[in-house]
């Protein structure tokens, strides 16, 4: 078989062409790239880094540092206690502190008690030189006595036992006894011995724990997170200390713990607590104020719980901290709401505003004082503006005129109580306000007129967002711009007015406005306003716009208000709030009052009134409608005398119907069907039939039924 395939290899027609070789592509396996080989030691160091940082690790170093800092601070304390008990070195604190906050009368009465403790201390010293002597004799006496008394409680004990062996059988149990006593001793000493130092520890570790003696970052998560921790004189001293005033720390430090001199007896005030802080020599005031937040959180405060204000003493600053979280927490509601019997006095009453820090009722006299009211935006002006508004309406003989240049029905409640209501942010709006402040000043004028004892009504005149007058940027027919901060400015100039010269016939301005600049609240309108008031604000600078120098330099600071938390919380500088002696202003939380409240309080003071008809347009002069104004000024009432429609058409436009007389009033009334008739002797206006008549003239079929 072999031999046949051979032979047909060499045969020749069995021989195929040469082929070309076959090329065959090999294609490798993916390559598996290794992983890179991470040296033993970079492995170490990383293991190392993740359980040297790790929190177990973080914990455990934590509670070895603090327990050893215990016994080391406990050792302090105690030698400290110690040393004070053996020296004179406490009244020697105690002097330097009274001389370093200038109290002499103190310093000479701890100079005194100084001197007696070194007297007392030498004569126990004198008297240790013969106590040995007097110990050896006392001792030697003693043992006569006490060996004669049992030599003689033997011989009795014999007598009775007729045994003399007994004399000496007393002797013999108190050898005994001390015998078994030095035996106890011998035994209990060596373990005493290996015990005794590790009990002096625990006695150490006790103590510093107990006084905390270890830094902050040591202590557990519990605690050195907490706060709220109670006010006490150390922490107070404390927290000076570390307020970054050098001359301050040096001198609390010469103090020593006497520190505490420094401070005045810590009173319990509403929310919070108070203390007087007298500065030593060479450190000033608004060192420490400047300083509020730092001081705020070496109190464990936020900056918002503490407040400081200098009182009339020299050199001193008051501390007010609030307990922790009081100030988040709301006040109760306002009087004007809870009690339905409460009415108001323009000139005696104060309006129930809110509380102070100290949580006492704080309320406010608006008697001839113009009101300003600032803040920013959403912080609760428009709500602590109105809430005095709504007080003084319980006192029916005041008149409003109201401007609310935001008109979102804010002040909807006082239509049928205020004479004028204009709410609206457009320019008609304001030029309507602007004019409405114009006639405010023409009333004015006409009272300061009249003759000298005339009393007049108070006449309250509130623009709400003010600063829409100061803005705007139109110009009536004289080129004159109704806003502005200049001279020719009508608002400015119908502003300055009032304030200089209204208070004396009870015509006040009350603004409320946002984010006060020279701009949108001039410098002379400010400062005209009797009563100022702040919400949060931006700056200092705005601070100072709004409440004055003097209520800023006085510790006031609005502008560490937190706009959006603090709603509500203003400063107050007024006269017309009991403000502590010695400050200059005083941090009010108002009450507030929700519109759905305010509207029943308007109901409750609109009952008191006798039909205020609300003007919501300034009238220019165009045709009147002589019914539907008497329809309007006749209101909700009744029936209205005759002399009182008269009065009060006149006062809704004096061009139209100012020279009415009866007449005049009667001949309208007549041709409409309503007469006017006489009840209870005088002649009178009914309500309803008025409103018939206006009622049958509207309606297109009733002229026809009546013809």
Same mark, same amino acid.
């Given at each position: 078989m072999s031999e046949n395939l051979v032979h047909l290899d060499k045969d020749p027609q069995f021989l195929v062409p040469e082929q070309a070789p076959t090329v065959l592509t090999v294609v490798p396996d993916p390559v598996v790239q290794a992983a890179p080989v991470v040296p033993l030691w970079v492995r170490s160091g990383r293991a190392l880094k993740t359980a040297i940082t790790h929190e177990h690790t973080k914990t455990a170093a934590r509670a070895v540092a603090r327990h050893g800092l215990y016994v080391a601070g406990g050792t302090r304390i105690v030698a400290r206690r110690t040393w004070d008990g053996r020296t004179a070195s406490r009244y020697e604190r105690m002097l330097r502190a009274a001389e370093a906050a200038g109290n002499y009368e103190v310093a000479a009465e701890w100079e005194e008690r100084g001197q007696r403790f070194r007297a007392e201390r030498h004569r126990r010293r004198m008297d240790l030189?013969?106590?040995?002597?007097?110990?050896?004799?006392?001792?030697?006496?003693?043992?006569?006595?006490?060996?004669?008394?049992?030599?003689?409680?033997?011989?009795?004990?014999?007598?009775?036992?007729?045994?003399?062996?007994?004399?000496?059988?007393?002797?013999?149990?108190?050898?005994?006894?001390?015998?078994?006593?030095?035996?106890?001793?011998?035994?209990?000493?060596?373990?005493l011995l290996t015990i005794g130092p590790f009990l002096a520890l625990l006695s150490l570790w006790?103590?510093?724990?107990?006084?905390? %003696? &270890?830094?902050?970052?040591? =202590?557990?998560?519990?605690?050195?997170?907490?706060?709220? !921790? #109670? $006010?006490? +004189? *150390?922490?107070?001293?404390?927290?000076?200390?570390?307020?970054?005033?050098?001359?301050?720390?040096?001198?609390?430090?010469?103090?020593?713990?006497?520190?505490?001199?420094?401070?005045?007896?810590?009173?319990?005030?509403?929310?919070?607590?108070?203390?007087?802080?007298?500065?030593?020599?060479?450190?000033?005031?608004?060192?420490?104020?400047?300083?509020?937040?730092?001081?705020?959180?070496?109190?464990?405060?936020?900056?918002?719980?503490?407040?400081?204000?200098?009182?009339? %003493? &020299?050199?001193?600053?008051? =501390?007010?901290?609030?307990?922790?979280?009081?100030?988040? !927490? #709301? $006040?109760? +509601? *306002?009087?004007?709401?809870?009690?339905?019997?409460?009415?108001?006095?323009?000139?005696?009453?104060?309006?129930?505003?809110?509380?102070?820090?100290?949580?006492?009722?704080?309320?406010?006299?608006?008697?001839?004082?113009?009101?300003?009211?600032?803040?920013?935006?959403?912080?609760?002006?428009?709500?602590?503006?109105?809430?005095?508004?709504?007080?003084?309406?319980?006192?029916?003989?005041?008149?409003?005129?109201?401007?609310?240049?935001?008109?979102?029905?804010?002040?909807?409640?006082?239509?049928?109580?205020?004479?004028?209501?204009?709410?609206?942010?457009?320019?008609?709006?304001? $030029?309507?306000?602007?004019?409405?402040?114009?006639?405010?000043?023409?009333?004015?004028?006409?009272?300061?007129?009249?003759p000298p004892g005339t009393e007049f009504p108070a006449l309250i005149v509130i623009v709400d967002e003010a600063q829409v007058a100061f803005m705007c940027p139109v110009k009536d027919d004289e080129k004159r711009p109704y806003g502005g901060?200049?001279?020719?400015?009508?608002?400015?100039?119908?502003?300055?007015?009032?304030?200089?010269?209204?208070?004396?016939?009870?015509?006040?301005?009350?603004?409320?406005?946002?984010d006060p600049t020279n701009e949108n609240l001039p410098k002379l309108v400010r400062e005209g306003a009797h009563t100022r008031a702040s919400l949060a604000l931006g700056t200092e600078s705005q601070a100072r716009m709004a409440l004055g120098d003097k209520a800023v330099d006085g510790g006031a600071a609005p502008n560490l208000l937190r706009p959006g938390l603090d709603q509500g919380t203003l400063v107050v500088a007024s006269a017309g709030i009991d403000i502590p002696k010695g400050q200059s202003s005083l941090t009010v939380r108002t009450h507030y009052i929700s519109t759905d409240d305010a509207k029943e309080i308007a109901e409750r003071a609109r009952a008191l009134r006798d039909g205020v008809t609300t003007l919501h347009t300034i009238e220019r002069g165009e045709d009147r409608d002589p019914l539907a104004d008497i329809a309007s000024v006749v209101g909700t009432t009744a029936r209205v005398r005759t002399k009182d429609v008269l009065a009060r058409l006149a006062k809704l436009n004096e061009d139209a119907y100012g020279g009415w007389s009866f007449i005049d009033l009667k001949r309208v009334l007549d041709d409409a069907g309503a007469e006017p008739y006489k009840s209870d002797g005088v002649m009178v206006v009914s309500r309803d039939r008025v409103a018939h008549a206006l009622a049958n003239r509207d309606d297109p079929g009733s002229a026809s039924d009546v013809a």
């Open positions: 030189l013969a106590s040995p002597v007097d110990a050896a004799k006392t001792a030697l006496v003693g043992t006569g006595m006490g060996m004669g008394a049992l030599i003689g409680l033997g011989v009795a004990l014999a007598l009775a036992t007729k045994d003399p062996a007994d004399v000496i059988t007393p002797l013999a149990a108190v050898v005994g006894l001390v015998s078994l006593l030095v035996t106890i001793v011998m035994v209990v000493w060596g373990p006790a103590v510093g724990r107990h006084q905390k %003696a &270890a830094p902050a970052w040591a =202590l557990p998560a519990r605690e050195r997170d907490s706060e709220g !921790e #109670p $006010i006490t +004189p *150390s922490i107070v001293v404390k927290a000076l200390r570390d307020l970054g005033v050098a001359p301050l720390r040096n001198a609390i430090k010469e103090m020593g713990d006497a520190g505490a001199a420094m401070l005045g007896p810590i009173r319990i005030a509403g929310c919070g607590v108070e203390v007087d802080v007298t500065l030593p020599s060479g450190v000033a005031t608004n060192e420490v104020q400047s300083r509020r937040r730092k001081l705020a959180e070496n109190l464990t405060r936020h900056e918002h719980e503490v407040f400081i204000t200098i009182p009339e %003493a &020299a050199r001193t600053v008051r =501390l007010w901290v609030a307990d922790s979280g009081a100030l988040d !927490e #709301p $006040i109760g +509601p *306002s009087p004007l709401v809870t009690d339905e019997s409460m009415t108001a006095n323009y000139a005696k009453g104060r309006a129930p505003w809110g509380q102070d820090l100290r949580g006492d009722a704080a309320a406010l006299s608006v008697y001839q004082r113009h009101l300003l009211i600032t803040g920013l935006s959403n912080q609760g002006k428009t709500a602590a503006l109105r809430a005095l508004a709504l007080w003084l309406a319980l006192d029916r003989s005041v008149e409003f005129w109201m401007g609310d240049l935001k008109g979102v029905g804010d002040w909807d409640m006082f239509d049928g109580l205020a004479a004028r209501l204009i709410q609206g942010p457009t320019d008609e709006h304001v $030029i309507e306000v602007i004019e409405m402040v114009e006639d405010a000043v023409e009333e004015m004028n006409r009272r300061l007129q009249a901060a200049k001279a020719n400015s009508r608002y400015y100039m119908a502003a300055r007015k009032i304030h200089n010269q209204g208070r004396a016939v009870n015509v006040l301005l009350w603004q409320g406005t946002q």
